[in-house]
């Protein structure tokens, strides 16, 4: 347990909690929305700091980010609790799970992510910025001994605590949900408003964070095409075109087990859609292919993958070899590439 970043007192032993635009006012022993941070008396606390739930070596692709640091495997990490409360969640288990964990410091989780061979640490699987206190002291110490730092976000967070965790954070994946449908979201995610969500991406872009975009498409009740457009639309006006989209494939989970997979051709159609409208770099997760990474000018392959793994880097000085368009690939220098 440690003290909140990010809150104020207003009035009594009332607080409010300014880490993400839910802003819960909270009172003298109730907890916020999220569940981990907890009024005591008047000083808001975050109980997951040292509550560690699960912790993974994984390939960076499998954040999903193509797009950094190809190749290397990053140290997972999560606690539990969420700010959304997706009824499909994939990852329910722990998003939804018990709030009790390890208890390990910051500097153990940056020793344990050197000795296993990692490249740098994700804040992943759950919701990070639940849990940022810890993230935010992980990172830091994490960039003092070389690694780099992801946060893998639904991007519900204010502003303020992005910027002050821009300067530790390398590289970050939002995902969009149903391709920011704000009816479907209002139903299925509790969420009715994703302004804050377009907001907190300009603002990692404008910070200097890598950002790659995600957007879990779910069959029948997630996949309409115009919100597709219009998500494609607004990302190739505002961190642009070469930003990285991944379409990913929805398995049924949580309270939503009567869906089916999303049908393969409904996630071609998505990416057929983005290219279509000028994005460079698109994807589709989740499906099983190899995603490999070609140049968007001249299609050399840039990035060879099979499965989740980069095995190949053909980049030369940020530039195609090729026909030497600036690609936007971006952690090379933990790749050795
Ligand atoms: S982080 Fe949790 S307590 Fe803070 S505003 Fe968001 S949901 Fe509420």
């Known amino acids: 347990m440690k003290e909140a970043m990010f809150y104020k007192g207003i009035g009594g032993d009332r607080v409010r909690c300014n880490l993400c635009p839910w802003n819960c006012e909270i009172d003298e022993g109730e907890r916020g929305i999220c569940g981990v941070r907890e009024n005591r008396n008047g000083t808001l606390y975050s109980l997951s700091y040292d509550n560690l739930t699960s912790a993974n070596l994984d390939p960076i692709e499998k954040k999903p980010l193509f797009n950094f640091a190809p190749g290397t495997e990053t140290y997972s990490i999560c606690t539990a609790g969420c700010n959304w409360k997706c009824k499909y969640c994939q990852n329910w288990q722990l998003s939804q799970g018990d709030l009790t964990g390890r208890s390990i410091s910051p500097e153990e989780i940056v020793t344990k992510a050197k000795d296993a061979g990692a490249k740098g640490i994700s804040y992943t699987y759950t919701e990070p910025t639940i849990f940022y206190e810890l ?76 950002v790659e975009i995600t957007d879990l498409i779910v069959p029948e009740i997630g996949d309409s095409k ?71 000018n001249c299609g050399h392959e840039i990035i060879t993958r099979r499965g989740p793994r980069a095995l190949r880097v053909d980049i030369a000085n940020g530039l195609c070899p090729n026909c030497g368009k600036p690609i936007n690939v971006s952690g090379l220098d933990w790749t050795g590439g």
């Not at 949900?177 to 603002?203: H, R």
């Open 135 to 210: 993230a935010y002291e992980t990172a830091r110490i994490a960039h003092e001994n070389g690694l780099y730092n992801t946060f893998v976000t639904n991007g519900y967070i204010n502003p303020e605590p992005v910027r002050r965790i821009a300067p530790f954070l390398d590289a970050v994946t939002v995902d969009f949900k149903g391709s920011g449908d704000e009816d479907f979201l209002k139903e299925f995610a509790g969420v009715a408003d994703l302004a804050p969500v377009y907001t907190s991406i300009m603002e990692y872009y404008r910070n200097g964070v890598h």
């Open 226 to 296: 115009e919100s597709t457009e219009t998500m494609v639309d607004w990302i190739a006006n505002n961190p642009g075109a070469d930003t990285p989209l991944h379409f990913l494939r929805f398995y049924p989970a949580y309270r939503v087990k009567d869906l089916p997979p999303t049908p393969i051709e409904t996630l071609t159609e998505a990416k057929q859609i983005a290219e279509s409208r000028g994005m460079d770099y698109v994807y589709l997760g989740n499906v099983g292919r190899d995603n490999s990474t070609r140049c968007p």
